[in-house]
C-alpha cells in the first residue's frame, strides 16, 4: 500500500506512524447532483455543467405531464399512457437493470420535451442513485425542464366523491375547520385539478362556518360626510347615562357641543319627557333630534310629542353605536371629570356631583370648535380670560351691531371651521378603510348577532337574504328595520386570495401559459 501510494509514513510524533490518502472519485462515483429546492436555477451550460434535477415536495399528480420510471429485471413491458385529467398526460416506462443506461437515455429522448416541465418517479426510489446520475451524464444542457417528485396520491375524477371527500373531512374529521388546513391535508392523500377552489367554495357555502365562526377582517367602511348644524340647538343627541344605580337624560348640541344632563326617577317615558321639556324651556325646541332606538324614545308618548312640536325624530340604525357618537362621547368626558371629582370628594354622592362635571366641561375649550360651548350658546366671550382665541377679538369688534348679525358671524366662522376640521379627520380615519361594498337582491349575508358579546356559546352570526340595498344599510328578509352594513360579515375569500399562504395552485402550468379546470 506504500507503494501504491494509498497510504504513506508520518514524520509527526503526535500521530500513528501511517495516514489515509485520499483517492478522487471518478464521474461513476461521485453522488447525483440534486437541488432540494422546489425551484430550479436557470444557468448555462458554461456556468454549471451539470445538469440539476430540483427535487420538489409537490406530488406528482399535480404536474401536467407524467413519466413514471420503474425499474424491473430483463423482461420489461412496452410503455403506457394514459390521461388521469383532460389537461394531464402520464406516461409510464419500465427500465431494465441489466440495460439501465441505454434504456434511460432512450426514454428521456422519447418522452421529455425540454419545453415543458416533466415530472418523475422513480421506482423503487434507491434507483434514483443510478438513474439520475446516468441524466446528469448524458445531459449537460440545464435547459432540460425536469424536476423529481417523492411520491404520488390518489386522483379523484367523480365529482360526487370529491364532494364526498369534502363534506366527510370537513364536517367530520375536523370540525369546520378552515380553508388553508383542509386543503393542506387533503392534498396529501388526493388530487384532483382546482382542488383548492373546490375546498374554498365548499366551506364559503357552509352554513355552521358562517354562523358560529369570527370574522377575522371585519368590514370597515369608509366614513361619510354628515352636512354639519348652522346654528345652536339645530340638531342636538340625546341618550341614558346610568352610573351607580341612577339615570340621566343626557342631551348635547351638534353645533356647539354643549351639553346638559338631567337626572330622571327611571327610564320611562314621562321621565324622560319631562327631562326633555325642561331642557327645551330653557334653549327652545331643536328642529331635530338624533336617538338610538331604547322603548324610552321608540314608544308612542315620546312620537305624539316630537309630532305635536314638529321636531324631526331620527333613530340610529341599531348595534351602530358611531351614529350617536357624540353623546357617546360626552359620556366619556363626563365620566372623566366625575372619577376626578371623586378623588376629592369622598363622601359626596355622584348626583351631588354631576353639575360641577357639567360645569366644568361647557367652560373648557372644546377640540373641535376651538370654543367654549357657553360662549357659542350664549354670544359672549368672558373677555376676562387671556387665552381667548384670536377670532373672539374679532367678534368683538362686531359686537356693537345688532346682536343678530354678530352671532351670525360667530356661527359662520364656527361652521367653516368645524366643516374644515370633519372633512380633514374623516379622510385621515378613510386611508385605513374602504368603500362602501354593494349586495345585491336574494344575496345571502350573514348578520352580527348581539348576543354573542354576553353569551361565549352564542352563534356569531344568523343567515339572512338580502332584499334591497341602500346607502349605509340594507334590508333582509327576516329583520323588520334597516340592518347597518357594517354589521355584516364579510364576503367569504375566494381561492386567489389565499395563494399566498399555502404556495403554488393546486394545478401547475401546462406550457401553453394557460390552466383550464377538467371536465369529470
Not at 139 to 154: D, G, I, Q, R, T
Request: proline share 7%; hydrophobic share 35%.
Amino acid at each position: 500500500m506504500l507503494d501504491q501510494g494509498i497510504i504513506r509514513p508520518s514524520e509527526s510524533a503526535w500521530s500513528s506512524p501511517i495516514w489515509v490518502v485520499p483517492k478522487k472519485a471518478d464521474a461513476s462515483e461521485r453522488p447525483p447532483s440534486v437541488d432540494n429546492s422546489s425551484t430550479a436555477s436557470a444557468h448555462t451550460s458554461l456556468e454549471n455543467p451539470i445538469l440539476e434535477i430540483p427535487i420538489v415536495a409537490e406530488p406528482l399528480n399535480k404536474y401536467h405531464r407524467q413519466l413514471c420510471i420503474r425499474v424491473v429485471g430483463d423482461i420489461k413491458k412496452r410503455p403506457t399512457g394514459s390521461k388521469p385529467f383532460d389537461t394531464h398526460t402520464r406516461t409510464s416506462v419500465q427500465v431494465s437493470s441489466s440495460n439501465l443506461e441505454s434504456d434511460v437515455v432512450d426514454i428521456i429522448k422519447e418522452f421529455v420535451n425540454p419545453k415543458v416541465k416533466t415530472a418523475l418517479l422513480i421506482n423503487p426510489p434507491l434507483a434514483f442513485y443510478d438513474i439520475i446520475p446516468i441524466i446528469q451524464d448524458k445531459f449537460k444542457s440545464s435547459a432540460m425542464n425536469l424536476v423529481l417528485c417523492k411520491y404520488e396520491v390518489e386522483n379523484v375524477k367523480e365529482y360526487l366523491r370529491q364532494q364526498e371527500i369534502l363534506k366527510h373531512y370537513h364536517d367530520g374529521k375536523t370540525n369546520h375547520r378552515g380553508i388553508n388546513e383542509c386543503h393542506l391535508a387533503l392534498s396529501r392523500r388526493y388530487y384532483w385539478p382546482k382542488m383548492k377552489d373546490d375546498i374554498t367554495k365548499f366551506i364559503n357555502s357552509c352554513t355552521i362556518c358562517g354562523q358560529a365562526k369570527y370574522d377575522r377582517n371585519p368590514i370597515k367602511q369608509q366614513f361619510n360626510i354628515v352636512p354639519p348644524a348652522t346654528k345652536p340647538f339645530e340638531i342636538v343627541h340625546i341618550d341614558l347615562l346610568s352610573i351607580q344605580n341612577e339615570k340621566y337624560l343626557t342631551i348635547v348640541d351638534v353645533f356647539s357641543k354643549y351639553a346638559q344632563a338631567y337626572h330622571i326617577r327611571d327610564g320611562t317615558a314621562i321621565s324622560t319627557l319631562q327631562a326633555l321639556l325642561k331642557f327645551c324651556t330653557h334653549h327652545g325646541l331643536p328642529l331635530t333630534i338624533v336617538s338610538d332606538n331604547g322603548t324610552e324614545f321608540t314608544n308612542q308618548l315620546f312620537s305624539e310629542f316630537v309630532a305635536l312640536h314638529k321636531i324631526n325624530h331620527h333613530r340610529t340604525l341599531p348595534h351602530s353605536p358611531n351614529d350617536n357618537g357624540i353623546v357617546e362621547r360626552f359620556h366619556s368626558t363626563l365620566l372623566e371629570h366625575l372619577r376626578i371629582l371623586k378623588l376629592s370628594h369622598k363622601n359626596q354622592d355622584v348626583i351631588n356631583l354631576i353639575p360641577y362635571g357639567i360645569l366644568a366641561y361647557n367652560s373648557s375649550i372644546h377640540s373641535f370648535t376651538k370654543c367654549r360651548p357657553f360662549d357659542i350658546i350664549t354670544g359672549h366671550f368672558d373677555p376676562r380670560d387671556p387665552l381667548d382665541i384670536d377670532i373672539s377679538k374679532h367678534l368683538m369688534q362686531q359686537y356693537m351691531q345688532t346682536h343678530r348679525d354678530n352671532m351670525k358671524l360667530v356661527y359662520d366662522a364656527i361652521n367653516e371651521s368645524s366643516l374644515s376640521t370633519r372633512t380633514h379627520i374623516i379622510e385621515n380615519l378613510n386611508k385605513t378603510r374602504e368603500p362602501e361594498i354593494e349586495y345585491q337582491p336574494q344575496q345571502r349575508v350573514f348578520v352580527n348577532n348581539p348576543l354573542a358579546s354576553r353569551q361565549k356559546l352564542a352563534p356569531r352570526y344568523s343567515q339572512d337574504t338580502v332584499l334591497a340595498d341602500l346607502p349605509i344599510h340594507i334590508y333582509t328578509s327576516r329583520k323588520r328595520g334597516p340592518v347597518a352594513k357594517s354589521r355584516l360579515k364579510r364576503v367569504p375569500k375566494s381561492a386567489q386570495l389565499l395563494q399566498g399562504a399555502t404556495g403554488p395552485d393546486c394545478s401547475f402550468d401546462n406550457g401553453s401559459g394557460t390552466q383550464s379546470r377538467d371536465n369529470t
